[in-house]
């Protein structure tokens, strides 16, 4: 379904002077917004061949992958539609980290027209991608999508975003570059950045100040939030209708605690900077995955998953005229898909869970293996159902499949928390019985206090290697 705005384009072209890349911001922006509602099954996987054909070409003409791609034995006229990306070699983030530039974007790719973006490093290494405006462009309508489908007009209602802003990250990259092509178009007035790494203390005075209709930002960052906005019994946030969660496992008990702290819905976002968006919750919570922009598959990766359709998600992104990515497994997350019909009407295919990284896991001496989702949890409820608040932070090492050491940011200032304190060798004590009781008699839990959590630190160390189990 053609939307009746989209062929007026070229006359505004004519009549304004507004920038090229202006013009071509909105012509990806109408085209894109609303694909997942117009196409059928039928249309959406011809879409997806399509842009598939064009992908699988700037793979091969990108060094790194022609050089994998050979050593396989594969060459392009294998690999004539989406049912024969099996043939294709999985990629791993070790494959493409500490790379030229010229070995990681097509042959014919301008690199001074790239958009230089980093990985966060939580999976290890820190990756380096190139892309263009365009792609950028794509992918940031697939955040905009998400907003209309829960009622939010991203040029009117007054947006907060609590996002990465170090230099070079996805996200100070992605909306410098969306400002830029919508110059002189909006004004962007409704919208507060915000940094994730500040103070929250301070983030939720500039969010009280700002009073959103939308508040969008990594988990942890958002329960923190919460948990102020419980403590001081605020009433500020007359205007917010919506939160999204993005960046991190939003387990239920985390959910119940946001939702009821500001009274609104919370809904949880997927994808990662290589990638861009892969999938979200619809207003009955079901995870899409945005079909037009990725391909999805789960692959097993030498591990054991009893469930059916369960494993790494290796992901290839249908856009994008820089660095290729083509069956990548190097989100590193444990997913299970599946296919259905949702009563919000969106086609394509959907994720049922997500479990966490595959590399920040715990492995059990019963061979049973702990997800992030499940060590989220513990404590969740602990802070949820306890009213612990004043836990600020927690990781963990586990140094063998017999020994797990949780390391735990403990505020001592019962001044701060009124009746959501609890005392420190009261909380470890809590700590230290809940995780025994997950992990079982058979591995020692030893809880230690720490002062802060390092930018970096991942949530789970292991220093167990699951192909020696």
């Not at 399509?50 to 791609?69: D, G, H, K, L, N």
């Not at 060459?75 to 990306?85: F, Q, T």
């Not at 001592?412 to 470890?428: A, C, H, M, N, T």
């Not at 809590?430 to 992990?439: A, G, H, R, T």
Request: net charge positive; aromatic share 10%.
């Amino acid at each position: 379904m053609d939307r009746p705005y989209t062929h007026s384009i070229e006359k505004l072209m004519i009549y304004t002077r507004l920038p090229l890349v202006t013009y071509k911001a909105i012509k990806i922006y109408l085209s894109e917004l609303y694909r997942l509602r117009d196409l059928d099954e039928e249309k959406l996987s011809r879409y997806k061949e399509e842009c598939f054909r064009e992908v699988i070409r700037q793979a091969f003409s990108t060094p790194i992958y022609a050089r994998i791609y050979k050593r396989a034995g594969i060459n392009a006229h294998m690999i004539r539609s989406i049912d024969d990306i099996k043939k294709l070699p999985v990629i791993r983030k070790c494959d493409l980290v500490g790379l030229k530039p010229r070995d990681v974007i097509p042959s014919h790719f301008n690199l001074n027209d790239g958009i230089k973006i980093t990985t966060s490093g939580t999976t290890g290494k820190k990756l380096t991608i190139y892309m263009d405006l365009y792609g950028v462009l794509k992918g940031l309508v697939g955040l905009i999508r998400v907003l209309k489908e829960h009622g939010i007009d991203w040029r009117k209602d007054r947006l907060a975003l609590i996002v990465d802003l170090g230099k070079g990250s996805a996200e100070e990259r992605y909306l410098g570059s969306v400002f830029s092509a919508f110059k002189g178009l909006f004004s962007f007035r409704n919208f507060q950045i915000l940094n994730t790494y500040d103070e929250p203390r301070e983030l939720f005075r500039k969010l009280k100040k700002f009073n959103p209709s939308f508040i969008g930002g990594y988990s942890g960052m958002l329960s923190r939030l919460a948990i102020l906005n419980r403590m001081e019994g605020c009433k500020d946030f007359d205007q917010l209708r919506c939160i999204i969660s993005s960046g991190f496992i939003l387990d239920d008990n985390m959910r119940k605690l946001i939702e009821e702290s500001f009274d609104v819905p919370v809904f949880d976002y997927y994808g990662a900077t290589e990638s861009g968006p892969v999938a979200f919750q619809c207003r009955y919570g079901s995870y899409h995955i945005m079909s037009d922009l990725v391909h999805i598959e789960v692959t097993k990766d030498g591990l054991h998953f009893s469930k059916r359709n369960t494993g790494i998600i290796t992901v290839t992104r249908l856009y994008g005229k820089g660095t290729p990515v083509v069956r990548y497994a190097g989100l590193s997350d444990v997913v299970a898909v599946s296919r259905g019909n949702c009563k919000c009407g969106i086609s394509g295919e959907m994720i049922k869970k997500i479990y966490g990284r595959k590399s920040q896991t715990i492995f059990l001496p019963d061979g049973n293996i702990l997800y992030p989702r499940d060590l989220e949890s513990a404590i969740d409820e602990i802070i949820y159902k306890r009213g612990a608040f004043n836990i600020c932070g927690i990781r963990f090492l586990q140094k063998s499949t017999n020994e797990v050491v949780i390391f735990v940011v403990i505020d001592d200032d019962r001044s701060k928390y009124g009746k959501y304190f609890v005392e420190k060798r009261k909380l470890i004590k809590i700590i230290e019985d809940k995780y025994q009781s997950l992990f079982g008699r058979g591995v020692e839990v030893v809880v230690e206090e720490i002062d802060r959590l390092r930018r970096g630190d991942q949530f789970v160390e292991s220093w167990v290697n699951p192909l020696d189990l």
